[in-house]
């Protein structure tokens, strides 16, 4: 379906060069050097003119549509900077819950409005200066438009308007600016793929024209900083840190900006039901809220759904570390006491202060925190202080983006419900344990197993390889399984088809449950079912002892894997068995961070492979840094070895290419999480059960039929179903 929507496309819309078609009559005239359009008619008249094929005036319309959005949103950040710095422009302060002064509220009324009213008018005379008569409000942009910009999808349709043109370098530049924010696209993925097959296009057209500057700096200050340059990442951490304070201020200003406040009347909760104060009040904290997210918003890149956790604080800790190594004690200082602002109980940021106020020898008191930081919290916890007094007092809602707000901010009568929410986790509601748990030590011990490799000597964090989990025997029925249910063409997944990660291998896969299934059915033995269960509870129980004695680990999924090279196909062969990726989390190698949400799966939280042969070649699996390219550790299958890590962005992992046989492992993730335990597993044991009893059952009436004196009926077996349908096994009471 795709490939034949993407043939109409080609077919619909004239091939590049050929001659483009008239405008359509009543689009918006530009004129270079005039005030700014309404982005809204000027996206809608530029999607006029590509469906017509009129290339050139929607990239013009479209390119216009965006400066006039750009436009809009620097005239409300520089004009409120200006208007709140005039004289006299500073609202009345009155402390929420002080007292009212004897003259009533006829004292503070007429202040409070005159302000703002001085304020509405400098807003007004600077937004008509800077974009003409009518100001902001003639440029006012719709919820849906809104969207449509965030999501780039100008770039989207200029990619193609480029691409008629032969304008090729900016078609790839605009394409790889859709993409970065849109990276699950397939079509465009091919599209960029298109481009970097093209001989015209440069390697440099491959530029992201929206994202901030301030996150190229980050990812270079931390690139040099991991290379122990700190001289050279000092600049760019600066620069990083000062960009991300600059787009806070432009989110603020465009927090005031009416469609912010679009959908409003559907928000009673503020009292917008209500009179004049009740109406201001909810305005007020919309705005509020707004406000305390632009840290959030700040923090996350493009195309991912979730920030950078700590990005201020973390960003502060690099620089006071980055500071230190250049032998600038005082900058360090001013740095690591920025961090103290946000966390004044932080020992690693009160040992590297006492360590630096060491270094300096007399003490400075001129010396302290960043003025931009002090400036941005006090700024931050007075708006939190009004959130949550409206909150007790008003009902409203507010979830709160930063770990860092001191407790005190929080009224008592609210602190200990949120204290609940924020610490409550799923293995809260767990059964208390019958018993305490053995660690790893005792565990080894008592399984027969060895330690081969700790995360020490495998250069990383929560690694670790163990053998003799499995006997040669065991590696050899569980071997048999697979291939049985391989002959049966029961495999779950991919039924013996090439793999989706290489097409120079075939795929096998068996769950626990399918495999008690076939073993029901007779398919595959009893054993190898049964073994393939209880090993992958032995897996988890000593995951869970070597790496977390503290908190239960349940299997969240089982997975008997085959990998068999195909024969003929791999000479020359390039690929990789299974990309480098970690299991709970987005790798992204060009930043080296790793993203903790969908489509991964982020829940899991530790991850095994059990091995059950050697005679194949290839197939190793690496661990690698961040980066995807550099291999840190690799480890040898071979029959009943464990490889054991934390599935996060710690442990990016691949498998080398198999060329030759078939490689077979066990695949295990478990999680903390009991509503993400492994149900299919729970069924499994139960089927294998079921069938055990009924056999016993079998035995016991043959042995009945062959002896003249059966036991009493006292001790006679009945089976009898529950509620639920299901077999149960009691005594038949005379």
């Known amino acids: 379906m795709l490939r034949l929507l993407r043939l109409l496309l080609w077919l619909l819309l004239p091939p590049p060069g050929s001659p483009e078609p008239p405008e359509p009559p009543g689009l918006v005239q530009l004129s270079p050097g005039a005030p700014p359009q309404a982005p809204d008619l000027l996206y809608a008249d530029g999607l006029r003119a590509y469906s017509a094929g009129a290339w050139g005036p929607a990239v013009a319309l479209f390119r ?34 002080a007292p009212q002064p004897a003259s009533g509220s006829g004292t503070w009324e007429p202040l409070l409005l005159r302000a703002t ?54 078609a790839a530049s605009a394409a790889h600016t859709y993409f970065v924010a849109n990276p699950t696209h397939l079509q465009m993925r091919e599209d960029m793929a298109k481009y970097r097959r093209m001989s015209g296009v440069r390697p440099q057209s491959f530029q992201d024209l929206v994202t901030p500057r301030y996150w190229a700096a980050y990812d270079t200050g931390l690139e040099l900083l991991g290379q122990q340059e700190a001289a050279l990442a000092l600049p760019k951490l600066e620069e990083a840190l000062q960009g991300s304070l600059a787009h806070v201020e432009s989110c603020r200003a465009s927090c005031e900006g009416p469609e912010e406040q679009q959908g409003a009347e559907e928000d009673e909760e503020e009292g917008s039901q209500g009179g004049l104060y009740e109406a201001i009040a909810g305005h007020w904290i919309r705005v509020l809220r707004c406000r305390q997210h632009c840290v959030t918003d700040t923090a996350t890149r493009p195309g991912r759904s979730f920030p950078v956790p700590d990005f201020l604080p973390s960003q502060l800790r690099r620089l006071h570390e980055a500071y230190a190594q250049v032998g600038n004690v005082s900058q360090a200082i001013e740095n690591v006491l920025s961090v103290l602002l946000f966390y004044p109980e932080e020992e690693a940021a009160k040992k590297a202060l006492n360590q630096y106020q060491t270094q300096l020898g007399e003490p400075r008191p001129s010396l302290g925190p960043r003025e931009d930081i002090r400036r941005f919290l006090l700024r931050s916890l007075g708006e939190k202080r009004q959130l949550y007094y409206a909150m007790e007092h008003l009902g409203t809602s507010f979830k709160d983006p930063d770990s860092w707000t001191p407790e005190s901010f929080i009224p008592k009568a609210l602190r200990e419900k949120l204290r609940e929410d924020q610490e409550k986790r799923p293995w809260d509601q767990e059964p208390p344990q019958t018993k305490p748990l053995t660690y790893w030590k005792d565990v080894l011990l008592l399984e027969g197993v060895t330690l081969t490799q700790d995360a020490q000597q495998l250069n990383g964090s929560e690694r670790a390889v163990l053998d003799g989990l499995l006997t040669p025997a065991e590696c050899g029925v569980l071997l048999q399984l697979a291939k049985d249910a391989a002959k049966a063409g029961a495999r779950s997944g991919y039924r013996g088809r090439r793999s989706p990660h290489s097409p120079h291998e075939r795929f096998e896969g068996l769950t626990v449950l399918k495999a008690a299934q076939l073993a029901r059915a007779g398919t595959v033995g009893r054993a190898g079912a049964k073994l393939l269960l209880e090993v992958s509870e032995r897996v988890r129980t000593l995951t869970q002892a070597y790496f977390s004695p503290e908190r239960p680990l349940h299997l969240s999924f089982s997975h008997l894997v ?19 990726h970690a299991d709970n989390c987005v790798l992204d190698p060009d930043t080296g961070e790793c993203w903790r949400e969908p489509p991964a799966y982020t829940y899991r939280d530790y991850s095994g492979l059990l091995y059950l042969n050697d005679d194949f070649k290839g197939g190793d699996l690496f661990f690698t840094q961040p980066n995807a390219l550099t291999v840190t550790a690799q480890v040898r299958p071979r029959c009943g070895r464990l490889v054991a890590f934390s599935s996060g962005g710690e442990n990016p992992h691949g498998v080398w290419a198999v060329t030759r046989g078939r490689r077979c492992a066990l695949a295990l993730w478990h999680t903390w999480a009991a509503e993400h335990r492994e149900q299919e597993w729970t069924e499994a044991k139960e089927l294998l059960q079921e069938e055990e009893e009924e056999e016993e059952e079998e035995e016991e009436e043959e042995s009945l039929s062959r002896d003249p004196s059966p036991e009493p009926p006292s001790h006679k077996l009945q089976r009898v179903q529950d509620k639920a349908g299901k077999p149960l096994r009691v005594r038949e009471e005379l």
């Open 64 to 97: 216009e549509a965006l400066r006039s959005r750009a436009a809009l949103g620097l005239a409300r950040r520089d004009c409120g900077a200006s208007c709140a710095a005039e004289p006299g422009a500073a609202f009345p302060a009155q402390p929420l819950g």
């Open 117 to 170: 009213l001085r304020r509405a008018e400098c807003l007004s005379q600077c937004a008509a200066r800077r974009l003409g008569p009518g100001g902001a409000a003639r440029l006012r942009v719709g919820g849906a438009l809104r969207d449509a910009f965030r999501r780039r999808e100008p770039y989207n349709y200029l990619q193609r308007a480029y691409y008629q043109l032969k304008k090729l370098d900016l």
């Open 562 to 580: 085959c990998r068999s090279a195909i024969e003929g196909e791999q000479e020359q062969r390039m690929d990789l068995s299974h990309p480098v």
